[in-house]
């Protein structure tokens, strides 16, 4: 395969940056080792900062997110909630802090609104009752799946190509060039030799091993971040703690749930990143100063990201050194078309995309300007059962009396699960569980898979996307994806919950077992 542009790495980076190449006329490849989302863009807050967050550690960062949260809201509306935000203090927190808060948003270019707190928490009930200061800023919320998938699908339109489970495993150099990139697909085992002229490492906390196949350098370090899914929607706007950042003090609202998070522990591996019930405990403790309710409500599930550090960029604490963009030319390594692009957020996600295609576009040669600050994300139809709590109201208003649901939590129907499976099926993916876990929310509402699962492997029979025993193995990677989140927040009517579908599924089908003993069972 040929191509101007290989882009290793389809998180939001990645396919931001292929968007953006594919709009300038200029041919590029991504290859994802996994599925889309697979890394930092799939386990993260789906916060649209604001930038107050940032106003003290640093104000340039800021400035950027509220520049780019204001873009994506004009340019993608349909992937944003409008939710607004508060910056919430109670007693103890810094006093100095909260003084200079609304000054520091200020002189960011950020609005931001002084709040009565009997007001505010008559907006927002959940809130402490001892809040001591309480601001109104800009933030929103973003479904970081439905902006990933809606700009692959326009890049794709617009001609990128993409490698799904497709591995970079090295590459070929030729005097300070890489001329052969090495990739194989996961499934089939297929390989792939790609000849790009430039190369763009978007690997995020995996961006030093892949820098490494090429001889490059990124001195990093990994920080895991760890976030707690309510069973309800606990408040109507993002709620922030007034205070430096720190453990458990953002409480976002996604569609009918809210996520609590996030803590801050450095990891030596990347391959087990699980949270943790300390990690759960601390999040509890902490996000209940602000919002009471958080120390009684139900959890359905825990879950966890990394984030890249830089460590030549800012050897400061983690929580600072974590929000750096770094874009590395790597001919300081001696490599002449090679870049890597980590950190950042998911915010600036544009911006990151626009620095590296500047930079790539010179080196091709290549002057078209950059078009993604105008031209609108279109909405891809498909990708909409990924969005939460869209399913529900949209099955409401629609839905055909003879449409039965699959999974009732976060109402999918079975002509939405067929609309996924045919949209799998054109992409050349196996139609299963794994295909329906991925694209849309099923199984990720509070019964985390216990009825729906049954119920679609059933329906998968029937449809003849299963065979033989094709059904109880898929059935149990789905169960046990669910329950490495369930794992960590089992009390109260979670416990239940798990014993209820331990007892269907191991009781009753002996899921439990290897299959092999199963079948001699
Ligand atoms: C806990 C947490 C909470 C966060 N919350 C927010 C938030 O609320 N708002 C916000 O703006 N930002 C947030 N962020 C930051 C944001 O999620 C990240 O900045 C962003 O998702 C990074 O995207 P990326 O594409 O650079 O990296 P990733 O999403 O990690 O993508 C890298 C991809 O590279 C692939 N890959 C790795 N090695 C190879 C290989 N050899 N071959 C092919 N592919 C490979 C991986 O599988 C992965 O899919 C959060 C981050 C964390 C960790």
Known sequence: MQTQVLIIGGGVTGVGLARDLALRGVDCILAEAYDLNAGASGANHGLLHSGCRYVASDPHSARECHEESSLLRKLAPHVVEETGGYFVAVPGDDERYIADFPGRCRSAGIPVRSQDVPAAREQEPELAGNAVAVFEVPDATVDPFHLVLDTLTHARELGARFLGH??????????????????????????????????????????????????????????????????????????????????????????????????????????????????????????????????????????????????????????????????????????????????????????????????????????????????????????????????RKGWLSEHEPGDVLLCECEMVPRSGVDAILDMAAEEGEATGLKALNRRSRVGKGACQGTFCGLRLTSYLYDRDDLDSDEGIVQLRDFLEERWKGQRPVLWGPAAAQAELQEALYCGLMGLELPSTDREGA
């Not at 978007?202 to 895991?224: D, H, I, L």
């Not at 309510?230 to 569609?255: A, F, K, S």
Request: glycine share 10%.
């Open 166 to 391: 497709t591995r970079l495993e090295g590459f070929e150099m030729r005097q300070g060039r890489v001329e052969i990139a090495r990739l194989r697909n996961t499934r089939n085992g297929r390989e792939y030799r790609v000849r790009a002229d430039q190369i763009v490492n978007a690997a995020g906390a995996w961006a030093g091993e892949v820098a490494a196949m090429a001889g490059g350098n990124v001195a990093m370090r990994c920080v895991k971040g760890t976030l707690l899914v309510t069973h309800d929607r606990m408040t109507r706007r993002v709620i922030n703690r007034l205070r430096p950042p720190g453990d458990g003090d953002i409480l976002v609202p996604g569609g009918t749930v809210s996520i609590l998070g996030t803590t801050s522990v450095r990891v030596e591996s990347l391959d087990d990143i699980a949270p943790t019930v300390a990690e759960v405990d601390v999040n509890v403790e902490q996000g209940s100063a602000m919002v009471p309710g958080l120390a009684s409500t139900r959890y359905i599930r825990a879950y966890a990201g990394v984030r890249p550090l830089l460590l030549e960029q800012d050897d400061s604490s983690d929580r600072n050194a974590s929000r750096g963009v770094a874009l590395l030319d790597h001919e300081r390594d001696g490599l002449q078309n090679f870049v890597t692009i980590t950190g950042g957020k998911l915010t600036t996600f544009r911006l990151m995309a626009e620095q590296t295609a500047d930079l790539v576009c010179a080196r091709l040669g290549v002057h078209a300007p950059c078009r993604t600050r105008t031209t609108p994300l279109p909405a891809a139809e498909p990708w909409r059962w990924n969005e939460a709590g869209l399913a």
